[in-house]
């Protein structure tokens, strides 16, 4: 039978990571994943740039059922720790909006860089290689049956990852498995993914596809309310962009989405003032606030009223018109699922966890890493600095 002293269920982000620093303390470490190619969602992140952290990444940034958990693994690995590593390797980077670091050149090079680390470690890895079945041994050990025969262990790490994208390998193997040993589940739901709207509610606004702007949109009550300032896109469907992405973690199926298409901009009081000063037509006016298609759309159900000039207008026309564009009220009716989701909220509920080790309360010995566990990083690099983190609290407590 083979045995390691270590071994590791998923070679993504967490998986690697976890694997090259066991490995350099001197631990023998087993790396298996079912799919044919390394690390595939670090290839296709970021838009093939991997968005690999975020400069001010810190708890504040993730959603979970118990907040306070991903604290201590965040405060010792920190952003500026996952920089020293990248520049180790000679990777160069640039910062884009918002704190969020991405690679000049490639996701690859944060990829070759995990291998490198592993290969530095000593480290075995099994791919393609499907697992089986897990069961504990009298020893106090795990026994895995795998597609390469059996395996035995002291430890074992599972880190693989959450459902979204399955046709690049995501399973629900970690949930099952925290399952069989007893864990809860926070209930998995796909997070930064597109919204949609049923098609009759969307037909008027279908033909803005492809429309992008600023806005500031936000969901839901105090404390669970989410607010974001970022872009908005039109899809045919529905809405995504970076503004919606966000949203969609903190919204919840009923809940309505305020959109304010002019954040940081009194439209009411604006337009007041330009009918003191302007004979233009209120439709023309809106072409200074507005895109041109987004303005013709919200001018249609004006009619007539849309091409009287400025002084012509009554102010609760202008004022009705601006609490339209600022306090725009829509129900989603669904999202794009774990097909289009990248990342999936829920997952092990860390109340069983050490968040000091990421070692399980129930079952010595097994550990979950990275986004299987009940921690979702907003968009912006935050997921891949939680794998990160939660891999290296688990890999110095092993
Ligand atoms: P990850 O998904 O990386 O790895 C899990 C591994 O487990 C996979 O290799 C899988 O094959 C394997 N596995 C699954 N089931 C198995 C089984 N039954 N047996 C064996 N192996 C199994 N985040 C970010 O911070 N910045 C970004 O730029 C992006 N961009 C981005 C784009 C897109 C399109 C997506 C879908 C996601 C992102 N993300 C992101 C999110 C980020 O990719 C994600 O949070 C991390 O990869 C999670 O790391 P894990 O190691 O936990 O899972």
Redo the contacts with the bound molecule.
């Keep these: 039978m083979d045995r390691a002293d270590v071994v590791i ?9 976890c694997a090259g620093v066991a490995g350099q303390r001197g631990l023998s470490v087993l790396l ?4 044919e190619k ?5 290839r ?4 093939g ?6 400069r001010d990444a810190g708890p504040a940034n993730f959603l979970s059922e118990n907040p306070a958990f991903c604290r201590s693994a965040l405060a010792r690995y920190t952003p500026a720790r996952f920089v020293a590593l990248v520049q180790r390797h000679r990777i160069a980077w640039h910062e884009k909006h918002k704190g ?1 670091l ?1 690679c000049d050149d490639s ?1 690859e090079s944060i990829i070759q860089m995990l291998l490198r680390e592993c290969e530095a470690g000593g480290v075995r890895r099994w791919q393609p ?3 089986e079945g897990v069961r504990q041994t009298a020893a106090g050990g795990f026994e895995l049956d795998t597609a390469r025969g059996p395996v035995r262990t002291r430890q074992l790490v599972v ?4 459902l ?2 399955p046709k ?7 949930h099952r498995l925290a399952r069989q040993f007893g864990h809860r589940i926070v209930e998995p739901r796909p997070g ?1 993914v597109p919204l949609t709207f049923a098609a009759a509610d969307w037909a008027p606004f279908a033909e803005l596809a492809g429309l992008a702007l600023p806005v500031r949109v936000a969901t839901g009550d105090k404390p669970a309310r989410g607010e974001f300032l970022e872009d908005l896109l039109f899809t045919h469907r529905g809405l995504s962009g970076p503004a919606v992405l966000q949203i969609s973690s903190h919204w919840r199926p009923g809940q309505m989405l305020e959109l304010d298409l002019l954040p940081g901009i009194d439209l009411a009081a604006a337009l007041r003032e330009a009918k003191q000063r302007s004979r233009k037509q209120l439709g023309n006016e809106l072409l200074t606030w507005l895109p041109a298609r987004l303005a013709e759309k919200v001018c249609a159900p004006l009619g007539e009223l849309a091409r009287r000039t400025l002084p012509e207008q009554r102010d609760a026309t202008l004022i009705g018109l601006a609490d339209r564009l600022q306090r725009w009220q829509l129900l989603p009716s669904g999202t794009e699922g774990y097909r289009k ?3 999936t909220l829920g997952g092990v509920d860390t109340r069983e966890l050490s968040s000091q080790t990421m070692e399980s309360r129930r079952v010595p010995g097994l550990h979950f ?5 009940d921690v ?2 907003w ?9 990160w983190a ?2 290296q609290a688990c890999a110095l407590g092993l």
């Design positions: 269920v998923g070679a993504g982000a967490a998986g690697l990571f298996i994943d079912h799919a390394v690390a595939e969602k670090i296709i992140s970021g838009g740039r991997c968005n690999f952290t975020n969020q991405f996701s290689c499907r697992v880190a693989t990852g959450g979204s994208i690049i390998g995501a399973s629900d193997w970690g930064l989701a990248e990342v890493v990275g986004e299987v566990v979702t990083g968009l912006g690099g935050y997921n891949f600095q939680w794998a939660s891999a």
